[in-house]
Nanobody
Framework: QVQLVESGGGLVQAGGSLRLSCAAS????????MGWFRQAPGKEREFVAA????????VYAVSVKGRFTISRNNAKNTVYLQMNSLKPEDTALYYC???????????????????WGQGTQVTVSS
């Protein structure tokens, strides 16, 4: 069992930055690929970024590539999402996810992901 707790969301102006964190419980964190997803009001949940268990492989949605960076610290059981050059369209509830799969698989098979956090709200004002 893995429990995920997100933090770091908030209100920021367009062009600003935020760093989200996701703290995971459990001793096997380093065996899980980790990902970030988001859901805006009235829209479906969408993939944002994922990272392999080792941190050696990352995948990004086209809409955030070059602006967002996913990273992890296995010693701290934490995954991060650094978000720069934020836009109003980045406004959403951001969820952390964990699964024993690949980063690439997390991007396309989110319905199979085992563990989800409760989400942290990111609001970008124009």
């Amino acid at each position: 069992q893995v429990q995920l707790v997100e933090s770091g969301g908030g209100l920021v102006q367009a062009g600003g930055s935020l760093r989200l964190s996701c703290a995971a419980s459990g001793r096997t964190f380093s065996t899980y690929a980790m990902g970030w997803f988001r859901q805006a009001p009235g829209k479906e949940r969408e993939f944002v970024a994922a990272i392999s268990w080792s941190g050696g492989s990352t995948v990004y949605a086209v809409s955030v590539k070059g602006r967002f960076t996913i990273s992890r610290n296995n010693a701290k059981n934490t995954v991060y999402l650094q978000m720069n050059s934020l836009k109003p369209e980045d406004t959403a509830l951001y969820y952390c996810a964990a699964d024993r799969t690949t980063a690439q698989a997390m991007a396309v098979r989110s319905h199979e992901i085992d563990y989800w956090g409760q989400g942290t709200q990111v609001t970008v004002s124009s």
